[in-house]
């Protein structure tokens, strides 16, 4: 059984909730005590109907305010496959936690009131879904009920969200009919849509081809931490540890080291008491090498003929998170893969407007929730492919020298 | 399709580098141990990610004092077996130094009082990280929580106002007095456990597969019998064929009656019923909002 990640995002009223009630319900994931609790709850706060959201607002000042302020995880599985939900607000003061929770996303459900159509934030959905790298989008036009299931209605949001999605740089893109209240094209076939050929969303969650949402192609190993037991059985052990971000690692495998530059061989794969023929993402494995060299944590093992870019100038698009804002010539703590560097930032060369997807050009500061192209000077050389090519060696986070929160999350161009 | 891990192994690879990272990042963590099934998987995954050294943090257990035995063997069992270092932290010893006062009545219990017990431990032994074996999907505060969660210096959680966690980059950076709790299974679901148990056959307490014990029966939820439990003249003490879904200390856990003695029959049972596994602790039960309260506090 494979894993799929997927995010949701969306505000009051827009169905969101009822589609991930029924997604969970249908899938037998919410248990007879959860149902209850969630009853007592809506009754005591006088809903009328059974509130599902509550299922996903577990924190008190989100059930008190009727919104959702954090991503929430959920997880359901179907024989085929098992899911994690990212549920994240909608609202573009939420900028932040939809990025957060499009970060780790294989999936994204973008959702569309049927009798709206497409709205500004149908747009700041599928951009953040895009900027992160999303590689499948699902455009659910929802409350198909409510204009009488019209196959025109349908074919004119779909027209107008795929002129809008040629600007997006997402590879796979999905539409289907549904009213989550109803349950048509949800999990079973709805039987008053029969103009839609499609699979039903949950058909298409289960076979989504996720295994080509990795880099395969060019193999990257940030050396995690390093393994030298104490001990007479294992004296002479000397393992990289890590979790492989790209490509493919065999046995004997000649590899190149940065940022030294040295060259050996790979001896073993090792994870437990089994030796490896090869390691790929995600996998977290241990390497053993042929010769003995000088090699820590944030160092990296790639190939000789594949190399990572290599400098201290950076360009990022940068999601600011913090409620102080970002200043042109302020120091910060950056962390990317294993490595840990200062880094300065240089210039903030321009902001995107998450609505329209317009370039602006304005303000000396980065403000919570915005957007913008940002350029970096590290103290240290970075080993980083663009974010495009690798998610896992092409994202970096910010961090307050004084605080030490994350302050701000970056995609490398 | 060559290059695709299955759940189980895409799981175990994420809790593998979060283990890995706490190493890396912090100079004393130490892995909460409870001798329930979710530490238990946590100390199989942490002998995985270090193999073939031995494990760099200690089992550090919270010790109610109202344990079943079996928890106690099986915990002194494994120290011995990996050669491991254990700390322990005594609700007894902290309610005979007056640091906390035990609840009375019949429906006492001393999971509250673990909080004191474990911040007191925690500053005692100067724990920076303190991995624990949280799972999201077990209730809904939890589902909340980070993989490298914020504690300020009074050990306080603000489930408001937590770090921005994206992608797999993990920032343990922090002030003098504040430490980190971290939930490496922050994923998984408790079918993924039991499935994992299955796939790498990891031993488990007895008191997970059927056997036959003294219980009773209250708020519809059975309990063992034991001499610090106050029952009611109504509450009969029978013997029946019972089980643990989940063990906590033996005043708030509840049993299932079962006849599953083996992990496949255990398998299909969770995957029938149609109750959450915390559905029948008493700790959960207290109020809405529980566990967000207790965790504010500083539990696990």
């Known amino acids: 059984m494979e894993l799929l990640r997927f995010t949701t995002a969306g505000s009051v009223d827009d169905g969101k909730s009822t589609l991930i009630g029924r997604l969970l319900y249908d899938s037998k994931s919410i248990f007879e005590d959860q149902l209850e609790a969630v009853k007592r709850a809506s009754i005591r706060k006088g809903n009328e109907q059974i509130n599902l959201a509550l299922l996903t607002d577990g924190l008190r000042a989100e059930r008190e305010q009727g919104i959702t302020i954090d991503v929430a995880y959920r997880y359901f599985a179907t024989p085929k496959r098992k899911f994690i939900i990212a549920d994240t607000p909608g609202h573009v003061q939420y900028t932040r936690n939809m990025v957060t929770g499009a970060s780790t996303a294989n999936a994204a459900i973008i959702l569309i009131d049927a009798r709206n159509g497409v709205t500004e934030q149908t747009y700041r959905h599928s951009y953040i879904s895009s900027l992160l790298q999303i590689p499948h989008l699902i455009v659910c036009v929802n409350k198909m009920d409510i204009v009488n299931y019209e196959e025109k209605v349908y074919e004119e949001i779909r027209e107008n969200f795929s002129a809008f999605a040629s600007k997006l740089s997402v590879k796979d893109i999905r539409y289907v009919p549904i009213s989550a209240l109803k349950g048509d094209n949800v999990v079973v076939y709805s039987e008053n849509m029969p103009w839609y050929g499609g699979g039903t969303l949950r058909y298409i969650l289960e076979n989504i081809h996720v295994g080509s949402d990795w880099n395969h192609l060019d193999p990257r190993f940030p050396v995690q931490y390093v393994i030298r037991p104490i001990s007479d059985k294992y004296h002479d052990y000397r393992g990289y540890a890590g979790r492989v971000a790209g490509g493919v690692f065999r046995k004997g495998d000649k590899i190149l080291v940065l940022p030294s530059g040295f060259i050996s061989t790979i001896e073993a794969i090792d994870l437990f008491e089994q030796e490896l023929e090869e390691a790929y993402p995600p996998m977290s494995v241990t390497l053993r090498l042929k010769d003995d060299l000088d090699i820590s944590r944030g160092d990296m093992i790639v190939k000789e003929n594949n190399i990572p870019k290599v400098d201290q100038d950076i360009d990022v698009m940068l999601c600011w998170m913090n409620n102080k804002p970002l200043t042109p010539g302020t120091k910060y703590y950056l962390k990317h893969t294993t490595t840990d560097v200062r880094c300065m930032v240089k210039e903030i060369k321009y902001k995107v407007d998450v609505n329209t997807l317009n370039q602006v050009d304005d303000g000396a500061d980065l403000k919570m929730n915005e957007i913008a192209r940002v350029a970096l000077r590290t103290t240290k050389p970075l080993f980083f492919d663009s974010y495009n090519q690798n998610r896992q060696t092409g994202s970096i986070i910010l961090i307050d020298e004084g605080t030490n929160n994350t302050v701000g999350v970056g995609m490398i161009i | ?300």
């Open chain 2, 1 to 300: 399709m060559k290059y695709n891990l299955n759940h189980l192994r895409e799981l175990e690879s994420e809790s593998i580098f979060v283990m890995r990272e706490v190493a890396a990042q912090f100079e004393n963590p130490a892995l909460l141990f409870s001798g329930g099934k979710d530490s238990i998987v946590m100390v199989h995954l942490a002998r995985k990610a270090f193999w073939p050294s031995q494990l760099p943090f200690p089992l550090f257990h919270i010790d109610t004092g109202h344990n079943f035995e079996e928890t106690i063997t099986f915990r002194d069992t494994l120290v011995k077996k990996l050669n491991a270092r254990l700390i322990i932290g005594s609700v007894q010893e902290a309610i005979d130094k007056g640091r906390v006062v035990e609840e009375k009545g019949y429906a006492a219990s001393r999971n509250l009082l673990q909080t004191v017990t474990l911040l007191d431990a925690i500053e005692k032994y100067k724990i920076d990280a303190a991995l624990g074996g949280g799972r999201r999907d077990e209730e809904k505060a939890r589902a909340k929580e980070r993989f490298f969660s914020h504690r300020d210096e009074f050990g306080q959680w603000d489930p408001k106002n937590q770090r921005p966690e994206l992608w797999n980059i993990f920032n343990g950076r922090k002030n003098q007095g504040e430490h980190f709790r971290v939930f490496p299974l922050s994923n998984w679901t408790e079918m993924d456990i039991w499935q994992y148990i299955y796939l790498e056959n990891i031993e488990l307490p007895s008191l997970y597969f059927t056997h036959e014990r003294d219980v009773f029966i209250r708020d519809g939820v059975w309990y063992a019998d034991a001499p610090f439990m106050m029952k009611k003249d109504s509450e009969e003490v029978i013997r029946k064929m019972v089980r643990c879904r989940t063990i906590g200390d033996i005043s708030c856990t509840g049993l299932t009656l079962s006849s599953a003695d083996n992990l496949e029959d255990i398998i299909s049972e969770i995957a029938a019923t149609r109750v959450t596994e915390r559905g029948s602790r008493t700790d959960d039960l207290r109020s809405e909002s529980a566990m967000e309260d207790r965790k504010k506090e500083g539990y696990f």
